[in-house]
């Protein structure tokens, strides 16, 4: 019977069955959604990777390594602090200036300069002063090798000779607005004018002229004293118009 059925079958024509109406239109269809989408997947890594490698932050399945050195912590709080950056072996402008060299009282450590620092002598202001004044000037020129500190008035007075005693009251300082300070080097030199009265224009009565012979200078806090040749006449009473001063500026 089976032989008879299988000759049967192999006569018979088989036609294979039709697939539905637009399968294949969506079988194409989802292979491109699927190719499509695989596309955007692998894109939207890429730019993932790129980026992160130009942030620097990509560890590549490692984590990031730490920072060389052992970072120091405050024992007191228990806090971490930033280490400080080491001393730099360069010395300063402030370590590497030469310190000064003097004594005395002078600032800056220039001391102050002295009678025998100095050389003191007189000449004529040329500048006009009125009928009745003149003026002097004193020229003190440092003599000495080293720098010396020259600032303020001098203590002048008329003097009867260079041992004498000084005639009237010393000279009247006029106040300025600025006392310069003058580190004059060996050679420099400062001066002070001075403005002096005409003893003849005045009442003799009540000015009574006398004769001087010169100046007696003490240089700017200093106790030692010059004599300075100038012979002339002043009034000998006080407080009929003494001469002044001005305080020491550089010569010129």
Not at 105 to 125: I, S, W, Y
Not at 163 to 173: M, S, Y
Not at 182 to 211: K, N
């Amino acid at each position: 019977m089976s032989d008879h059925f299988d000759t049967w079958l192999d006569r018979q024509r088989i036609e294979p069955l039709a697939p539905p109406p637009g399968a294949f239109e969506r079988a194409a269809q989802g292979a491109a959604r699927r190719r499509r989408r695989r596309a955007v997947t692998a894109a939207g890594v890429g730019v993932l990777v790129i980026t992160a490698v130009a942030m620097g932050s990509v560890s590549w399945g490692r984590e990031a390594a730490p920072p060389i050195g052992p970072v120091p912590t405050d024992t007191r709080t228990g806090t971490t602090t930033a280490a400080e950056p080491p001393p730099s072996s360069t010395p300063s402008a402030a370590s590497s200036r030469p310190t000064p060299s003097g004594s005395g009282t002078g600032r800056a450590d220039v001391a102050r300069c002295t009678v025998a620092d100095l050389r003191v002598t007189v000449e004529a202001d040329p500048r006009p002063y009125g009928p009745d004044h003149y003026g002097m000037k004193l020229v003190l020129t440092n003599i000495a090798p080293q720098r010396c500190l020259l600032t303020g008035y001098p203590r002048v007075a008329f003097a009867q000779g260079p041992d004498g005693p000084t005639v009237g009251a010393d000279f009247t300082r006029t106040p300025s607005a600025r006392q310069l300070e003058l580190r004059m080097a060996q050679g420099a030199a400062g001066e002070v004018s001075m403005r002096l009265a005409r003893a003849g224009t005045y009442d003799p009565a009540a000015c009574r002229p006398a004769p001087v012979a010169g100046f007696r200078v003490y240089p700017p806090e200093q106790s030692e004293s010059v004599f300075v040749p100038y012979p002339t006449e002043t009034c000998s009473v006080p407080g009929v118009d003494p001469p002044t001063i001005m305080p020491a500026t550089p010569s010129v």
